[in-house]
Structure formats: structure tokens, C-alpha cells
């Protein structure tokens, strides 16, 4: 090649390479990159409160695409240097098993000090895939930091094991990390019951009431009546009336769901409504458990629910099923 052909060539070359940078650059818009939505465990710009945002909810209708994801917990193993150390991966359906789990930090050391959080350490959630077998419960820490509770898993299939805590470490926030969990037998899959308003358990009947909305707070009342009558005797919960967790369908993203007021406040009444905020990630369907305290006994009343398009519908369970019955006495 002669020297006027290379001259024409590297002319060529860096005309196209600066053709392709400011192609980039057109497509990475800086102001785009600095309004995305911060990761979670990064800070937030200063929003209103929620009941703020719960009493705005009927403004601009039909616009929730136009809100930013929020956070969901539970989809990751590891987070914030914490990794959740599943010891159990797997049981045998209908067996009662010894479930036992660490939780290490960044160096690999297991964490021995958390800070209680509605009145426990660490809450341990376990789900069934399909949302129809749920677990509340509360294990037992040795010196050694390792993690235990005996469970008994009726069905078999894929289960999502969720650790809610949060270290006593300076600084440290509250995590919910997950791990997949197997139960071994006859797997039969199954459907989430259809919609309704009324979940009944033992007896008792919860209803509730408003809509759960992708991308911003909203409120959530439920309200418990027995025989037709109100219960306004509710016993304290982990810090509360109630205690309420939300888990979508299809992946089993964590909800943190926040109670208003606490028993002994002065303010907050043992019944029959209790009520929380909560805020979708996204348009979905969810599955809700709301766990309460009566005459000692802890009983769930599960719901599934839809944020987003149509709002929000919820459904009973077929009443007397095993699946519930673990860490909740009854």
C-alpha cells in the first residue's frame, strides 16, 4: 500500500472511531445515568412519608409504569457483605428435620451479635415455590453463631429460606438474604387459590381492605372478627398487633412491611383493624401472610393479592391445612 492509500485509511479508521463514541455518548445521556434508581443499600433521595404518599395514591391514576422499582429482598444469597450460609440444603418431605444456617460477614466469620428487631434476632421465613406452604419462625443461635430449628416440610418441591436480621455491627442495616431449600418426595405442583377478601383460620375471619401499588406506599387494613364479632382483644406479636410478610410470585421477592403504632403506645388499639404501609416493587402478584396473637395461640391468615392493573384482589385458602401449623403453635 502506497503512502497516500495509508494516510486515507488511518483517516478513515479515526473518523469512524470518534463516529462510534459520540454514538455512545448520545446513547448514555449523563443526566439518564445520574436519575436511575439508587441499588439497594444505597442512599435515597429524601421522599414523603409513606402515609403522605398512602393519602396521594389516587393521584395520577393509571400511572404507576411511571414509577421507579423499590427494593425487594430475599433474592440474594450474599448483600452488604453478608453471605447466608445454608447448612440444610436439603430434607425429606413430611420428616422432621434439624434446619441449621450461618450467617458469615466479608472475611468469612460467623456473626455472633445482631440487634433485635421486633423483639427477635433473626426471623426466619420458609416458603414453598408455589406459595401454598409458609413458615414463621424463630431458631435458636449457638455461641458459635450457627442458626437451628426443627421443621417439618409437608409437601415436597422447592422452598425459599429467608433470614431477616440485622447485624450489631456500627453501621450495619437490616438484610433479608435467601437461599433454596429441597424437599425431597412425590412433588404435585400447585396453583395459587383464586382471588377473594376474607382469608378464614380456625375460626376467625381477616378481612382486608385496600390496594397494594407498584412503586409507592399504600395502606393495608385487616380486620378480625370471630363469629361475626369483632376482636378488640389482639395479643402483642414481635412488637405488634400483627406481624405481615409479602412474597411475589414467580422469583419469591421479600417485602418489609411496616406496622402502624405498637401495643402500649397509648394511641394503638389491640383490635380489631391492624394496619401497615407497603410499598410493591412491581406490577405483580403477591401473596400475603398476616400472622396474629389471640387467647395465646398465633394463627396465619393468608391472601393473594395483585398490585398494579386492577388493583388489589385478595383470596382465602382452603381452612384446615398442615401447612401453616410450625412455629405458630397450633
Avoid at 470518534?18 to 429524601?46: N, Q, S
Avoid at 414523603?48 to 393519602?55: L, N, R, T
Avoid at 466479608?106 to 401454598?132: F, N, Q, W
Avoid at 363469629?227 to 409479602?246: F, I, N, S
Wanted: charge should be negative; avoid cysteine; aromatic fraction near 6%.
Amino acid at each position: 500500500m502506497n503512502t497516500g492509500l495509508k494516510i486515507t485509511a488511518f483517516a478513515a479508521a479515526l473518523a469512524a472511531t470518534f463516529g462510534a463514541a459520540y454514538g455512545i455518548g448520545e446513547t448514555l445521556d449523563p443526566v439518564a445515568v445520574a436519575e436511575r434508581e439508587p441499588a439497594h443499600g444505597e442512599p435515597h433521595a429524601p421522599t414523603s412519608s409513606p402515609e403522605a404518599e398512602a393519602e396521594a395514591e389516587g393521584e395520577g391514576e393509571g400511572g404507576e409504569s411511571g414509577h421507579h422499582a423499590t427494593p425487594a429482598g430475599g433474592l440474594q444469597v450474599s448483600e452488604g457483605g453478608y453471605t447466608l450460609d445454608l447448612r440444610t440444603p436439603r430434607v425429606t418431605a413430611g420428616q422432621r428435620t434439624d434446619l441449621r444456617f450461618t450467617v458469615r460477614d466479608g472475611d468469612g466469620r460467623a456473626v455472633t451479635e445482631y440487634r433485635r428487631e421486633h423483639d427477635k434476632e433473626l426471623h426466619l421465613i420458609v416458603a414453598s415455590r408455589d406459595l401454598l406452604t409458609y413458615r414463621h419462625l424463630h431458631p435458636t443461635r449457638a455461641a458459635d453463631g450457627t442458626w437451628s430449628i426443627p421443621v417439618d416440610l409437608p409437601r415436597a418441591g422447592g422452598y425459599r429460606v429467608f433470614a431477616d436480621f440485622t447485624p450489631a455491627a456500627k453501621g450495619a442495616e437490616n438484610l433479608t438474604l435467601g437461599a433454596d431449600l429441597a424437599a425431597s418426595g412425590a412433588y404435585r405442583p400447585g396453583d395459587l387459590p383464586p382471588a377473594g377478601d376474607t382469608a378464614r383460620v380456625d375460626g376467625y375471619e381477616v378481612e382486608l381492605t385496600g390496594d397494594l401499588r407498584p412503586g409507592r406506599a399504600s395502606g393495608l387494613s385487616l380486620r378480625v372478627t370471630r363469629d361475626g364479632k369483632p376482636v378488640t382483644d389482639l395479643q402483642p406479636y414481635l412488637g405488634a398487633y400483627g406481624h405481615l410478610v409479602a412474597l411475589r410470585a414467580g422469583d419469591l421477592a421479600y417485602l418489609h412491611v411496616h406496622p402502624h403504632g405498637a401495643p402500649g403506645d397509648g394511641r394503638t388499639a389491640p383490635g380489631p383493624e391492624v394496619s401497615f404501609t407497603a410499598t410493591a416493587p412491581s406490577v405483580g402478584t403477591y401473596r400475603l401472610f398476616l400472622d396474629f396473637r389471640h387467647d395465646g395461640v398465633v394463627r396465619t391468615a393468608e391472601f393473594t393479592v395483585r398490585a398494579g392493573a386492577g388493583g388489589t384482589d385478595a383470596q382465602t385458602p382452603p381452612s384446615g391445612t398442615p401447612e401453616h401449623s410450625d412455629g405458630h403453635g397450633h
